[in-house]
């Protein structure tokens, strides 16, 4: 018995997960932020490593990405998907150490938007005058393909539906072996759009959220294309999620107001949590 503890350390050195895991490696949304206030639940925006099947996929390049651990650092290639590429979901991108890498191949996925390719969006960032170095000139290999409705990346089926939100923006859920993550960021649940989104999601082992404002900013937030904490935590408990991670957190609430907000939610639907930065959640 004694034998098989150095073949599972060898395991997790060379990054093979024991595991289907999600790690949080930015869940803060619109800007990112720093300080004493924001410690608990992070600064870095939006980007999320799910392991599954043995296979990476990254969602969103916020500047959570600055943070890829070292298992994905080592893979020869990865898969990143863009929910959308506003800028908060794609500074990450052109300073991830994994582009830096000579012979690490990224494939790159985003649905047509505006008229421009998945590869036409990220030269909006990946090009003078915002940015001085292009895809091409980075020492990775980039490969852009345009969104599919379903698609798979290796064994992880991944299934797309629309969400509402300005420009538009993908929502996904990925599944394999049994295990399954939704993804829904920058999304209004409209009250058109909650029943599908529900159903979209339903008995997820994980569903990762958009819940960027309380009840009371509401009001004057209603149009800028996110969703209320409260209604985040209706939409898993109507999915039946087995755990439910709200994300996108407005850059301007702190650690001690999301972690109120956190203990009222979790007085309603146990299940729901705001995610953490660096969080890893085990499937």
Request: charged share 25%; net charge negative.
């Amino acid at each position: 018995m004694d034998d098989i503890f150095p073949v599972l350390t060898q395991c997790w050195k060379r990054g093979y997960e024991l595991t289907d895991q999600v790690l949080i490696l930015g869940a803060r949304g619109s800007v990112p932020v720093s300080g004493e206030d924001f410690i608990k639940f992070g600064g870095a925006t939006t980007c999320v490593l799910v392991r599954l099947a043995d296979t990476y996929v990254i969602l969103d390049a916020g500047t959570g990405m600055l943070s890829l651990p070292e298992d994905a650092l080592s893979r020869p290639s990865l898969t990143l998907l863009f929910s959308h590429t506003h800028v908060d979901h794609l500074l990450g991108l052109p300073v991830c150490p994994y582009v830096l890498r000579p012979g690490a191949e990224l494939t790159v996925c985003a649905a047509p938007r505006g008229g421009l390719s998945a590869h036409e969006q990220a030269l909006k960032l990946l090009a003078p005058p915002l940015w001085p170095v292009g895809d091409r000139e980075l020492p990775a290999a980039f490969r852009f393909l345009d969104m599919a409705d379903s698609f798979s990346v290796g064994p992880i089926r991944v299934d797309t539906m629309e969400g509402v939100h300005p420009g538009g923006v993908t929502l996904f859920r990925l599944s394999a072996g049994g295990k399954s993550v939704v993804f829904i960021t920058d999304c209004t649940l409209t009250p058109a759009l909650f029943p599908r989104a529900a159903d979209f999601a339903r008995d997820c082992d994980l569903l990762l959220v958009d819940g960027q404002y309380s009840d009371e900013e509401w009001p004057t937030r209603e149009f800028f294309g996110h969703s209320r904490w409260t209604d985040a935590a209706r939409l898993g408990e109507a999915a039946g999620a087995k755990r439910t991670a709200v994300i996108h957190h407005d850059p301007w609430h702190t650690d001690r107001q999301l972690e109120a907000a956190e203990a009222a939610l979790k007085r309603v639907y146990p299940r729901c949590a705001f995610a953490r930065e660096k969080e890893e959640i085990n499937l």
